[in-house]
Structures are given as structure tokens and as C-alpha cells.
């Protein structure tokens, strides 16, 4: 710190004094609600999911075939031309497992995430999904891997119409 | 902490303002900085902190870019003056992450897609270890190479007197710590906290009549990176590098490795630090590890990188954490950091922060 | 409302639009990108994630503005001027009608300590408060502010873009549903969605792109106390400071006879006076009565919000800013069709941000 400075402010208070109620608080909630437009592209994405097939975009002028799809292509900045189905296989591009959930808390049964470059698309498309049906410590980059589907009936059109990813040929 | 945002804004402002020998009558505009509104509580947080960081009255804006947003206050502070708009700048950064319950690590489930990815119950963590991961196995890094970042950090950081996590740890300490999200344990990883930083900037007509010592901003630079991050190869950030070259090219550097003398890159997890310096071009690429065992990183050493002790040591509240590494090079470079002064002769120093879904790199490069 | 197209589709066909507009490729020729968004309306935590692609700025300069759309025109400007670059985009967007429920928005823009859970209130209160302060210490009548939301609404229905345009009178106004009283459903702007991009470029570019630029001559924008129970209600101070930066940067020595058209707040009926008293337009007390004898209207002495303001078209968040300008943009560059003002060549642009907020800004535009 600059010389000039002597003190620093703040107290500083710990989480078990704050769970003991030494300090004033007041606790709210807040519940915001949304209900977000796909749009275009991620519908019909979508809704293809439902029916257990991946689709993508393709833009003419670049030729990548792009997943997740967008109606536009961000490096050439045009619409984007065509639908392309590709398969529901794919290769880890990097893994984690995942010993906590969304809000810290410790998990019994780690999750097993990873980016999947989904095969028929452009090299390094990947869509984020996790894996199943696989030794954490046996998962490694670059690991050839199935898409593990709903039942039909149970689809709802979410990217949770696909429960995992298993590696092929187990 | 106790203190509530405005308080904690009004702290750092004050200090800033005690530490120039300025009042806030001097101060022409205000930018201020400042993470998620999720945290604090407060939709448009920006309106809510802004009477105590002393923007009543004055043209205030603030600035988001995610994790980048820290070092990027002062670069809004830039652009105030270099317009010729204002002749004085305060630029606040502010977070208190404390507020939001069950655990800060719950804001961050909504940075991510709400069709395609919060559905699969996303943390902030799995990022930063599925990036981990790739960049080890690209260039063959070891964990425990990596470890050694933070044992650096949190090393520098017994020396600060804000630090939350100063301490003198082992590889060994960081390798059994608990894995949180594998690889990332949790020694490797910076704590949530609450905080604020300020700076004040001037114009150079303004700044030589304040003090003899001023420190320059010679170079800005900021870049954004495509909001698809699963299809970019995340061993290597290209973001980084467009900020980095942006902020060279403003000032006049043709050789970073030469000519940076100390440098303070974004650190909350210390692959980062390694994952950083190469985009900062500090480091050639899967380099940066190796530089760090050999002790270059140290400071003591060549480059000295995060003298102050970083994220990692002295805590994470994001966008201040950010000022806190502006706020670092600015005493390294006017040989005011006591304890933690680098043992070279510092002229040039450059800071950089990092944010979003592996998307921003701001740098600012600084000259006294 | 745009249930079809998500927000990100939506803001690719405006910047399209845009950039056509302006004869220009982002993908070469634009040095700095602006948004200005706020978490909480998009449902996302750090918006400026979702912004780069359909804006053409993958890997490029990007930053957001947790502010007004005309204070993002500023920060745009203050990048050129500082010569970081010379060709900025500035965007701003509403997409409400993914918020279920935006009064919990709005209402968690109180002070959580001191306001947010005493008051299980619409939102709007504060505004109601404010009004009836504003009607006392200025004399303004009542009926002149819902004069100013039938001018409003009628203008708009000349407006291609006006939704909420409609042909009423002030009886239908004052006794329409209570909002947060004295103010009423009918003087209170209902939410739209839209997306606007604006390319700014440095006075020397400019002259060589697009065929009609519009000149930013003043800009200028504050903030007043946060603290609600400070400020003083009658009067817009952040408006006041705003403009008086403006002013000075622009040259404006008379507002009142300077200006050929105004396109100010009008989130609230009365915001539209408050604004204009505040802006010095008219004298403090008199924009009531002013806009009472028609000095506002499209065929009036200064024609205020001709576009029909946010009463009429629709509120759009932090892109109202973005939306005044627009609407005075197309008068000075004579493409305003049926609502186009004669021989336009000044214009005033002014917002607010919205409750609980006291920041505004304030640009001065010619052609």
C-alpha cells in the first residue's frame, strides 16, 4: 500500500456470527420469472431434439457447419443458409468431474461434464453436456462418445432429451 | 463484511481521494465498475452504490464486462479524459458477494444459457475445470506445475495488508486439498469476497500539478470473445491476445516480454495466471508453467507476475479485485509497495482481468 | 412483442439493418461496440456474454454500459474522441416480453434496506409520489398532464411504429384505471420490444459513409441521489445538470427558441413537463399550460415527442434513450414520413432511467 495510507476500513465479520444473528439483516427473496423466446434457430433445435436428432446450420460462405445452431454466422456476419442434421456422436474435447452443485453444495454422486465436438459438424463444435456410464477415472480427451436418449414419450423438446453421453463401445 | 455497498464504495472513494489530496469537488466524472447485480441484491446496482462512491451530481457510468469489469473501470476512466471531455476521473470498483444466499457461487448459475445450458445444472466451476483440463492435456501440464502459481500467490499475498488468504503453502498442500471439480481442487481456486478499490485518473496537464510521481496509462485494450464458447479451442485465449496487442500497439511496445517489467494477470484459479501470461504474449504458448517452477515469476525474479499476491491470496471480489491489481502496479511502479516492492527496477507494469464464458480480456498497461 | 425471435435474433436483423444503413462491414470497419443492458431484464447474469456474434464482434471490442441508451451514444462518442476509434456501434435492446413478471423487477430496484419490503405495492409509486409533489409545487393542473398523453397517443398513430397510439380524449385519460394515483394506466408507457443499433463515426469517416449523417453537437448526463426521500420531486435536477453540460458543449444559449423539435421523457405523463421545465424549454410552471394551448403539438410553436414518445409507441427500457434519438434522427434526416416536422435541423433528445432511478442524459443533435 502507498505510504500514505495507514488504516484500512471494513469490519470484517465471519459466517457463523452472521448465521448467529450478531448483526442486523434483513433476508428477502427474490423470485424473478422469465419465459425466454428460442427463436428461430434454437426452436428448431429443439424440437429436433425431441424427435432424438441433433441439427445444425450451415453458412455458404465459411462452409462451417455450426452447432448449437444460429440463423447467423458470427465471423462472416450473414444469415446463415441451411439446416444440416449431424450425428448424436461426438469426441470429449475436455472433461471435469464435478463434486459440487449450482449453489457449492457437496455432491454424493459427482457429475461428470464435458464439451462434446458432435460429429458432422465443423472440427470444434462442441455442445456442453455430461457424461454417463463411465469410470470417472477412465474418461480422457478425446474419448469417442454416444449420445444416451429419453425414452420418446419422455422428450420435451430440452437439451435433457439427451440424460448423457456414453463412451462407444461400452 | 459489515459494510454495505455504498459504504464500501465510500471507503475506497474516500481513500482515493485522501491519497491524491483531492476533494470530491475536484472530480469531473465518475465510472464505476461492478459484477453481477445478483450479489448485492439490487436490480441496476449501478443507481443504488453510486451516492456512496460520490457520483451525486456528476456524469456517472457504469461498466460490465463480467470478471474483466476491474480493470476495465479505469479504462472507462481513459476514455472520460482522452475524450477531452474531463480533466479528472474517479474510478470506482465495487463487489460484495456476501449478500446472496445460499453461497455467491449461485449467481453465477445464471451467466450461463438458459435454453442449453442451465438446464443441465451448471456452476460456475465446471468452466474454468473443463478449460483447466484442455489446456494441461494440450501442452502436456502437470498439475502440479500448476500448483506452484498458487503457492506463489498466496505466499505474496502474507504481505498484503487486505489479504484473505495469505499463507505460506506447499504443492504438496494444494495437491490433497479437497477436489471441488476435478482438476481444480480447492486450494486452486480464489475465495468469494467483498471489497472495494478505487484510482483516480487525471489529464496530463491536471496530474503533473497533483504530484510528482504520476504513473501513466499508456495503454488500453479490451476484447470480446464469441458467445459460443464450447466451439473455440479453450487451451489458449485469443481474447487475451487481441486485448493485450490493442493496449501494446497504444503504447509502444514491440517486445512485452522485454519491456514489461512487473505484471499482474487474472488469477482466480492459478492455471489462469499460466493460461494468461501466454495470451498476454509474456509467455510463449504451454511456456508459462515452466517459467513459474524456474522461479522467473517470483519477485525477485525477471518477471515478476502478481507481486501483490492475486486473486488466489488476497480474494476474489470480482470487478475490485480487478482495481486491486490497477491499484498494485500503481505502488510497484512508484516504488510504494513496502513488503511486496518487486526487487527490480519497475518502469513498466500492465494489469489484465478476464470474464464471462471464457469471453473478455482487459488489459491496461501502465508507465511511471 | 416478439415471441418468435429470440433477443439475440432480433438485435442481428436491427444491426443488419443498420450497418446497410451505413454502408459499413463490423467485421472490418468498426473499432468499438457499446451495449447497454441490465442483467436483471434479460434474465441473465453479465449480458454482455450474449451480445458479441450478432453484432459482428467476435473478438472485438465490446463492452456494456449498465446505463441509458444515450449514455452509451456518449461513451461511444468519448471512444472516438479519444481516438480509440473511429467507427462505434451503440445498441440497445428491450425484449420484455420474456419477463413474466416485471413488476418483481422493478420493485427490486429499490433500496433492499430502507424501501424494498415495506411497500407491497405496484412498483409505480414512487412515480405517483412524485406527481402529485410535482402538480403542487408547480400549480401544474392535473388535466395537463393528460393532455400530454393524448398528444402522445395521437402523434403516434402517424408513427409506423406506434403500438400504443390511440385517439382519446383527457376524460377517457384522468378516468382511466388508477395506476399509482394521481397517475393513471393511460399516462403510464406500457413495455415493447424493439432492438436499436446506432453507427457513430468520427466527423471525417462520417463525410464518407452513409448519405445522411446526424451531428452529435452536446451531450451531457448525471445522476442525482439514489436516496429517494432526498431528492426534491418537483423538479429533475439529473435532467437540469444533463442538459447543462449539453448545452455548453453544443453552444446553446436559448433552448427555448434553439430547438425544432424535442423528443423527451414520457414515461409517465407527467415526466414529459417535469423534463421540459427542467431542460429549459419552458419556464418552471409553464409547460402545463403550454402544452394546454398546443405549443407542443406536431403543428405547435416546439413540437414535443411528434413520434408519439414512449406513450405512444411503447417503453423499451434502457433503449428508450436510443428510441428518442431514433425518432429525431429520421426528422433531421427528412425521412420522418407523416409525422415530419418542417425544415428540421435541431433537435433535443432526452431520457430517464426509469424508477427507482434519478440519471438521465441529454444530446443535442443536428444535420
Known amino acids: 500500500m502507498s505510504q500514505k495510507i495507514t488504516s484500512y476500513p471494513g469490519h470484517e465479520i465471519t459466517p457463523e456470527e452472521a448465521r448467529e444473528g450478531k448483526y442486523l439483516d434483513i433476508v428477502y427473496k427474490f423470485e424473478p420469472k422469465y419465459s425466454w423466446a428460442a427463436g428461430v434457430a434454437i426452436s428448431r433445435f429443439l424440437t429436433e431434439l425431441k424427435d432424438g436428432k441433433i441439427v445444425a446450420r450451415k453458412c455458404y460462405k465459411c462452409e ?82 454416444q449420445a444416451v436418449w429419453k425414452r420418446p414419450e419422455e422428450r420435451q423438446g430440452a437439451i435433457t432429451d439427451i440424460l448423457y453421453f456414453r463412451p462407444i463401445g461400452s | ?85 474531463y480533466d479528472t476521473c474517479l474510478c470506482v470498483a465495487e463487489e460484495k458477494m456476501s449478500p446472496l444466499h445460499p453461497h455467491p457461487q449461485y449467481a453465477f448459475w445464471s451467466i450461463f444459457d438458459q435454453i442449453l445450458e442451465r438446464p443441465l445444472g451448471t456452476t460456475l466451476l465446471w468452466i474454468f475445470s473443463l478449460e483447466m483440463r484442455r489446456y494441461m492435456h494440450k501442452y502436456g501440464i502437470k498439475e502440479e506445475e500448476i500448483a506452484e ?60 500539478k497533483l504530484t510528482d510521481q504520476p504513473v501513466w496509462l499508456d495503454g488500453v485494450g479490451w476484447t470480446l470473445d464469441s458467445t459460443h464458447w464450447t466451439n473455440r479451442d479453450l487451451a489458449y485465449p485469443e481474447y487475451v491476445e487481441k486485448a493485450a496487442k490493442m493496449a501494446y500497439k497504444m503504447a509502444g511496445i514491440k517486445n512485452p516480454r522485454k519491456e514489461i517489467d512487473v505484471a499482474e494477470p487474472y488469477d482466480p484459479f492459478d492455471y489462469k495466471e499460466l493460461h494468461h501470461l501466454e495470451g498476454l504474449q509474456l509467455a510463449g504458448k504451454g511456456e508459462a508453467a515452466k517459467m513459474t517452477v524456474d522461479g522467473v515469476t517470483q519477485r525477485d525474479g525477471d518477471l515478476p507476475v502478481c507481486p501483490s499476491g492475486g ?30 516492492q518487486v526487487k527490480k527496477d519497475a518502469r513498466t507494469g500492465l494489469a489484465q482481468a478476464w470474464g464471462d464464458l471464457m469471453q473478455v480480456g482487459t488489459v491496461t498497461v501502465m508507465r511511471s | 412483442m416478439t415471441p418468435g425471435l429470440s433477443t439475440r435474433e432480433l438485435m442481428f436483423e436491427a444491426a443488419t439493418r443498420a450497418y446497410e444503413d451505413a454502408g459499413i462491414d463490423p467485421r472490418k470497419d468498426v473499432q468499438s461496440f457499446v451495449c447497454c443492458t441490465e442483467d436483471f431484464w434479460e434474465g441473465i447474469s453479465i449480458t454482455d456474454e450474449y451480445m458479441p456474434d450478432q453484432l459482428g464482434a467476435v473478438l472485438r471490442p465490446l463492452c456494456t454500459i449498465s446505463s441509458d441508451g444515450i449514455i452509451g451514444l456518449a461513451t461511444a462518442c468519448m471512444h ?27 420493485s427490486f430496484g429499490y433500496d433492499p434496506v430502507y424501501t424494498h419490503h415495506h411497500f407491497d405495492a405496484d412498483p409505480r409509486f414512487l ?65 415493447i420490444d424493439a432492438s436499436i443499433v446506432f453507427v457513430l463515426a468520427s466527423a471525417q469517416k462520417a463525410r464518407k459513409l452513409g448519405d445522411h449523417p446526424v451531428w452529435i453537437r452536446g451531450i451531457g448526463w448525471s445522476s442525482d441521489t439514489p436516496v429517494v426521500e432526498d431528492r426534491d420531486f418537483a423538479r429533475a435536477e439529473y435532467v437540469e445538470q444533463a442538459a447543462g453540460r449539453a448545452y455548453k458543449m453544443a453552444n446553446v444559449k436559448s433552448p427555448a427558441s434553439y430547438f425544432d423539435l424535442a423528443e423527451v421523457d414520457d414515461t409517465y405523463s407527467y415526466k414529459e413537463l417535469q423534463s421540459l421545465e427542467a431542460l429549459k424549454l419552458a419556464s418552471r410552471g409553464k409547460a402545463g399550460k403550454m402544452v394546454d394551448t398546443g405549443a407542443f403539438d406536431t403543428d405547435g ?62 444530446a443535442v443533435l443536428g444535420n
Open chain 1, 64 to 145: 462451417r457447419i455450426l452447432v448449437p445452431p444460429r440463423m447467423y454466422c458470427e465471423q462472416c456476419y450473414r444469415p446463415t443458409d441451411e439446416w444440416v442434421q449431424v450425428k448424436d456422436t461426438g469426441t470429449v474435447n475436455t472433461f471435469s468431474i464435478s463434486h459440487v452443485g449450482t449453489d457449492a453444495r457437496r455432491l454424493k454422486t459427482p457429475i461428470l461434464v464435458a464439451v462434446v465436438d458432435i460429429d458432422g459438424a465443423s472440427r470444434g463444435m462442441g455442445i456442453l453436456h455430461k457424461l454417463g456410464e463411465v469410470e470417472p477415472s477412465k474418461i480422457a480427451v478425446g474419448m469417442k462418445v
Open chain 2, 1 to 85: 463484511m459489515l459494510e454495505s455497498p455504498k459504504e464500501l464504495s465510500f471507503e475506497a472513494s474516500k481513500m482515493a481521494l485522501d491519497s491524491a489530496g483531492l476533494t470530491l469537488k475536484d472530480i469531473q466524472s465518475v465510472v464505476s465498475g461492478s459484477a453481477p447485480d445478483a450479489f448485492d441484491g439490487v436490480h441496476m446496482k449501478g443507481e443504488y452504490y453510486l451516492d456512496g462512491m460520490g457520483a451525486v451530481g456528476k456524469p456517472h457510468e457504469r461498466v460490465y464486462v463480467g470478471g474483466g469489469t476491474g480493470v476495465f473501470t479505469p479504462i472507462g476512466g481513459w476514455w472520460n479524459i482522452a475524450s477531452g471531455l
Open chain 2, 149 to 208: 502459481v498458487a503457492v506463489k500467490n498466496k505466499g505474496n499475498a502474507v504481505d498484503h495488508p487486505c489479504a484473505q488468504l495469505g499463507a505460506k503453502i506447499t504443492v504438496d498442500d494444494v495437491m490433497r486439498s479437497e477436489p471441488i471439480c476435478e482438476p481444480v481442487k480447492r486450494l486452486d481456486v480464489s475465495p468469494p469476497s467483498d471489497g472495494a478499490a478505487a484510482v483516480i485518473l487525471a489529464s496530463e496537464k491536471v496530474a503533473k
Open chain 2, 311 to 340: 486473486l488466489l491470496g488476497v480474494g476474489n471480489p470480482i470487478a475490485a479485485a480487478g482495481m486491486m491489481k490497477i491499484c498494485e502496479i500503481f505502488w510497484q511502479l512508484r516504488g510504494e509497495a513496502g513488503k511486496r
Open chain 3, 80 to 106: 472516438i474522441m479519444s481516438g480509440i476509434a473511429d467507427v462505434a456501434v451503440v445498441e440497445s435492446h428491450s425484449k420484455i416480453s420474456d419477463v413474466v413478471n416485471p413488476d418483481e423487477i422493478a
Open chain 3, 127 to 191: 412515480a405517483g409520489m412524485e406527481m402529485a409533489r410535482y402538480l403542487k409545487e408547480t400549480r401544474t393542473k392535473r388535466e395537463s398532464c393528460a393532455q400530454v398523453a393524448v398528444k402522445n397517443k395521437k402523434n403516434a398513430l402517424s408513427n409506423p411504429r406506434g403500438v400504443h397510439g390511440a385517439d382519446i380524449d383527457k376524460g377517457i385519460v384522468m378516468n382511466s384505471q388508477v395506476a399509482a394515483s394521481p397517475l393513471t394506466e393511460l399516462e403510464s408507457s406500457k413495455g
Open chain 3, 301 to 362: 410553436r416546439l413540437p414535443v415527442n411528434a413520434s408519439g414518445g414512449s406513450l405512444g409507441v411503447g417503453h423499451l427500457l434502457e433503449a428508450t434513450g436510443l428510441h428518442r434519438t431514433l425518432e429525431a434522427v429520421m426528422q433531421l434526416r427528412g425521412q420522418a414520413g407523416r409525422l415530419q416536422v418542417p425544415r428540421a435541423k435541431r433537435a433535443l433528445v432526452q431520457s430517464w432511467r426509469g424508477i427507482p432511478t434519478a440519471t438521465g442524459a441529454v
